[in-house]
């Protein structure tokens, strides 16, 4: 792949703007507070985009985090006259993506690759043209700000993407976090339920809500998942007020109501490699 565009954009005044009488104001996206950019490269016939964020005064940024949201993994991400735009607003990781920020990390929220609008199915990001898609993603990235150390971290179905996104480029993702992970088959396809551990030479970090009400996404299940892989579990209690679906991202299943503390928990392990053992709120 090579890049095709780059687009940056200072949005921190962006929106909450009332435009005609009559009309209510478009909903703020605290996220865009910070300099948020749309990073683009291109394939035979496709796009992957991905959608940047850092600080201000980010000057010497060394981590980038690289973040696949959950179902169905599909943001559009694209720029309209110079300002961002995507769908999944709601996801977790997308939501919160401020919350990972400081004077030396960026986050970097992965797309699905434009041919892939459509289906975005789990065979297809175990396939070698995925691994290769977020790499040419992730090194544009990394040599336009300078990145040293891509974390990949994944939610609910976005935990696949992640899984064989790292397990394929092996010398790109140092450490790898699953969250609220889909362990069990879906319509979409197997999840990780046939995943070879083995494989992925990536440190690995699960993180999961205690009372998560999605039945793809058992605690129980994050249980034996983290001994079979013979990786750390941090286990989240608390939050809330939930609402929606069990499966959707406003439930326990999107750690609503304690994100920014279930975060810092994972910046520790990210930077010290030191696991805190619950996150409660």
């Known amino acids: 792949m090579r890049p095709r565009c780059f687009t940056a954009g200072f949005v921190a005044l962006l929106l909450g703007v009332t435009a005609t009488y009559g009309q209510e104001p478009k909903p703020r996206d605290p996220n865009l507070a910070h300099p948020t950019q749309v990073v683009t490269v291109a394939g035979k016939g496709y796009t992957l985009s991905g959608l940047v964020t850092h600080r201000q005064d980010a000057n010497r940024i060394r981590y980038g985090l690289a973040l696949f949201p959950g179902a169905p993994g599909i943001l559009k ?11 999944l607003r709601g996801n977790f990781l997308v939501r919160s993506r401020r919350h990972w920020l400081d004077e030396e990390t960026l986050v970097v929220v992965v797309d699905a690759p434009s041919d892939q609008w459509g289906t975005f ?27 040293e150390d891509w974390t990949f971290i994944g939610t609910s179905e976005g935990s696949v993407s992640a899984f064989h996104a790292a397990r394929m480029n092996p010398g790109l993702a140092r450490r790898v976090i699953l969250t609220s992970s889909l362990f069990l088959p879906s319509r979409n396809g197997p999840g990780l339920s046939r995943v070879n551990w083995e494989e992925l030479s990536a440190k690995v970090l699960w993180l999961h809500h205690e009372d998560d009400p999605c039945s793809y996404t058992m ?62 709120r």
Do not use: N
């Open 77 to 87: 991400i694209r720029d309209e006259g110079g300002e961002p735009r995507f769908e």
């Open 121 to 147: 199915d789990h065979e297809f990001r175990e396939q070698p043209r995925y691994g290769a898609d977020v790499a040419a993603l992730l090194k544009e990235v990394g040599q336009r700000h300078g990145v």
């Open 219 to 280: 605690y129980a299940d994050a249980l034996r998942f983290a001994e079979k892989s013979r990786s750390p579990l941090l286990t989240v209690r608390g939050g809330g007020p939930y609402r929606g679906e069990p499966c959707q991202a406003q439930s326990a299943h999107g750690f609503v109501g304690v994100e920014v503390d279930t975060i810092k928990a994972m910046r520790s392990w990210l930077k010290t490699g030191v696991v805190p053992p619950t996150v409660a």
